[in-house]
């Protein structure tokens, strides 16, 4: 398996399907015809791969990315889809996760190494298009990034961020102060969200994933740019 | 001037001189003799550079770092030399920064360019050479990395870190408990002391700088090794 090092010279260079990215910088007219089934189908198939508690999360999640979809003016269909598919991976074995890595030819740094969970994403969106034929590289690109976010991500990507964060079922310190943020902007609530992260990695001493601090400086930063502007 | 965006494919790759690092990589008896003068000799021309307060913190920050290093089993003349001058920069007008930087040939990132005050540790390396005569790379090691660390610092790095959190005349809400880590290892001591910057800065709502994360990381690691051989 490729291994990575997260030193400053090389800091996770690709660490989700370079594909996706290459097909995001296309302007959204030129985008090909990709496959997203019907939502009906995706939930029959998926309910077989969580548990109970883990589908009903996917569920409460999808119906937040709708709302905010609608709120903030992103495809309402591929934000409810991503919604509902950002877990498919949860319920792996945490055995499975690392050979399912060097399966999917995903490259793991020495953070994921020691948390393999931080890998759900990344294998969910290899999963959805093996297993339920999404092929969508927006969808494909937000069930990737939902766990630590990715500095200059989309709309889509940034909504199954944040209701992963503050759908109904979800009950931690500080998610009022996530939720309020998010009937203001998107951006706050990707700020708020990580910020909650951060203070319960330090309490728990574990490593930061300095992807998730630059996604947090990326949109601390074009939060600025808003109030520059507005 | 050189200006460096802090994306994941380029992250801060050089932001302090490359030749300390090389240097620094040399085993000990292979390194040339480096002028280090005498203590009352720095600190009479400190004196004019800094205000009387700065220059308060300085012999405080010097005296903790004498204390480490008799504890750790560092050179005790380089942790205080170190300690005394980190801050030789500091009281630099806001507007002569990033001229220095470019003087110098320092490379500004994007949080540096929005927080100068970032830049002082590594623009008083250089001043400590050419001001104050000294070109131990250890020492200016430490100076320049006194703010935001070094995954890998070496201990004189971590001492003069540790101290300038600690020392008498400070006060701010956690410093105790970093005290109290100063006294059980260094390592712990970092962590402690960048957990509390990151707490100031959430609430500050300011972008965090990747490498205190990354200094935090390595750190934790070498908590984590001494605990497996422990």
Known sequence: ?????????????????????????????????????????????LRQMLTPRRFE???NTMEVCIRLAEKYGADVKKAAIAGLVHDC???????????????????????????????????????????????????????AEHTLGRPGMDKISSIVFIADYIEA???FEGIEEIRKAADESLEKAIVAGID????????????????????RNWALEKLKEQENQG
């Open 1 to 45: 398996m490729t291994e990575k090092n997260l030193t400053e010279r090389n800091l996770l260079e690709h660490n989700f399907p370079e594909r996706n990215m290459t097909e995001l910088n296309m302007p959204e007219h030129n985008m090909p015809e990709h496959n997203i089934p019907e939502l009906d189908e995706i939930k029959q198939k």
């Open 57 to 59: 999360h996917s569920v």
């Open 89 to 143: 991976a949860k319920n792996l074995d945490k055995d499975d996760i690392l050979p399912m890595c060097e399966k999917y030819g995903i490259i793991v740094d020495e953070i994921a190494r020691s948390q393999p969970k931080l890998l759900h994403g990344e294998i969910g969106a290899h999963m959805a298009q093996e297993l339920l034929g999404i092929d969508d590289p927006q969808i494909l690109a937000a069930i």
């Open 169 to 171: 079922g979800r009950n």
């Open 196 to 215: 909650s992260t951060i203070v319960h990695v330090l309490k728990k001493g574990q490593p930061l994933h300095p992807r998730s601090i630059l996604t």
